[in-house]
């Protein structure tokens, strides 16, 4: 099985705050991570982490981790993954590939696997003779921040443009998920669960602000979850 997830940054103190990752130090979100990663992939899945995997540059804590986690490791590289994959002493082979950008099937579907979002990416326009979209951007890098907000806005806005032609009238089946590791609560997903969690996601984010923050704990910047 696939599965996906982004912006785990393993050691990285500062992102706890920026994030409001609600741990005491970094020790405990590394073994939090460690354990929800290990609850869910098993010995043959593959786990494609969309960038930002770690963030210290020692090769025993990197290895360390690498050790603990179940399942196959590919990495979509993010922009602070240069600063361990080449270092000395990591145990590289554990991560079956290392890629900066990645299109993968996954059953029907097609995947665009990128650390950045792409806006207008591959195979967007496909769909399914049902009308299904056929093609899936799975992005991170933005974590929840206001470029979150921007993305989305960017969505809907593809969503309802109406393109005109001789073979009539059509709309764009505009699918970017952000698959921002607090988002599954920092469990890896595959494809079909990761459309569903976005789903929920939206339509918490389309409430009337307080029952948003009824439903969702109040873990939210002004506009989500």
């Known amino acids: ?7 785990l ?25 460690i354990n929800q990663w290990n609850s869910k992939v098993k010995g043959g899945d593959q786990v494609i982490v969309l960038g930002d995997m770690f963030w210290s540059k020692e090769a025993k804590e990197i290895n360390a981790v690498l ?3 179940n399942g196959k490791i590919c990495l979509v590289e993010g922009n602070h993954d240069n ?10 082979e554990r991560i079956e590939w290392i890629k900066p950008y990645a299109e993968l099937g996954d059953g ?5 696997a990128s650390h950045y979002p792409i806006f207008c990416y591959n195979h967007q326009y496909l769909r399914f003779e049902d009308g299904r979209a056929r093609t899936y951007m799975l992005y991170g890098h933005v974590h929840n921040t206001h470029d ?23 709309t764009i089946p505009c699918n970017m998920i952000n698959c921002f590791c607090k988002f599954s609560n920092y469990i890896p997903l595959s494809l079909e669960e990761w459309i569903e969690n ?7 984010m389309n409430m009337p602000e307080n029952q948003q923050i ?10 989500s979850v």
Not at 20 to 26: I, K, L, N, Q, T
Not at 108 to 112: A, C, E, G, H, S
Not at 198 to 204: A, F, H, Q, V
Not at 214 to 223: A, E, P, Q, T, V
């Open 198 to 204: 976005d789903k929920k996601r939206r339509e918490k």
């Open 148 to 170: 979150e907000i921007l993305v989305n806005e960017f969505q809907e806005m593809t969503r309802k443009t109406v393109l005109k032609s001789e073979y009539g009238e059509r």
């Open 1 to 7: 099985m696939k599965l996906y997830i982004s912006d």
């Open 108 to 112: 029907p579907y097609t995947v665009i």
């Open 9 to 33: 940054h393993f050691f990285h103190e500062n992102v706890m705050k920026m994030d409001g990752r609600d741990f005491p130090d970094v020790r405990t979100m590394n073994q939090y991570l």
């Open 83 to 92: 600063r361990w994959i080449k270092r000395e002493g990591v145990k590289i």
């Open 67 to 69: 050790n603990r986690l």
């Open 214 to 223: 009824k439903d969702c704990g109040g873990d939210l910047i002004k506009y």
